[in-house]
């Protein structure tokens, strides 16, 4: 993870493209520009950034059932509970299924496990469009490969 | 008013906070009720739950986009229920 660079996944450790599920797993820096300000002398991840660690979690998921042939943008978060402090050096799994395939959106039940107990969980909708342009879509192709999601498909 | 237009008028009132009674058959759910993109979503999430079908909201889209149809045959509530009909009645079919 490097929060300041919003790089919430470290590895992609299963992808169910029948289920349509993902299991990943990150672990919280020890240092990070974020912890100076959230909080001094009591480092904290942000909330927001455990509902970004499960929307980009969601994202690998639903490009890895298009084939990486559209991108998915968050444009909802309902029923986000957030139910524990995550400091630096946790272990976190992030895990995510399609509850609803639209046409265009899909809602996801995301959630985060840490030691075993659920850190957070939300229903996150995903809306998805072309990709605006090549750059990202290579980009994000990089992240992926670099997430170990193509070495685990079928 | 069909139980289909009921329905969807209180998914539609429930979402945009549109008082159900403002809604009639000839609301055009953008221009008169002015619904944005993301409540829309919401609304066809609410309509495809209620009613155990997909509405194919990308391909609406894409026809409205390329002027393959007028926007109307779409999002004035009485031709949207219609479609939401026909999609209900194709599924039993299958």
């Known amino acids: 993870m490097k929060l300041e660079y919003f790089d919430m996944i470290d590895e992609v450790i299963g992808v169910n493209t029948v289920g349509a599920s993902i299991v990943a797993r990150s672990v919280v820096p020890d240092e990070s ?122 | 008013m069909t139980q289909t237009f009921e329905t969807i008028a209180e998914i539609i009132a429930d979402i945009s906070e549109i008082p159900v009674d403002e809604i009639d058959e000839k609301s055009h759910a953008i221009n008169d009720l002015s619904i ?11 309509i495809d739950k209620t009613f155990g079908i997909k509405v194919p909201l990308e391909t609406w889209t894409k026809e409205i986009n390329e002027n393959q149809a007028p926007s109307e045959d779409y999002f004035v509530m009485g031709n949207l229920c219609a479609r939401i009909e026909e999609l209900v009645a194709a599924k039993a079919a299958a």
Do not use: W
């Open chain 2, 36 to 46: 944005d993109s993301l409540d829309f979503l919401d609304i066809v999430f609410a």
């Open chain 1, 33 to 154: 520009p974020v912890f100076k300000g959230h909080f001094p002398g009591y480092a904290l991840m942000p909330g927001v950034l455990l509902i970004e660690a499960m929307a980009q979690a969601s994202g690998f998921l639903i490009m890895t059932l298009n084939d990486f042939k559209e991108l998915p943008l968050l444009v909802g978060v309902d029923g986000a509970k957030l139910r524990m402090p995550v400091r630096p050096r946790s272990e976190l799994i992030i895990e995510s299924s399609v509850e609803h395939d639209g046409s265009g959106f899909a809602v996801m039940g995301a959630q985060i496990r840490h030691d075993g107990a659920q850190a957070c969980k939300a229903s996150l909708k995903m809306k998805t469009m072309p990709f605006p342009s090549e750059q990202l879509r290579l980009h994000i192709l990089a992240s992926a490969d670099a997430a170990g999601i193509f070495a685990l498909e079928d």
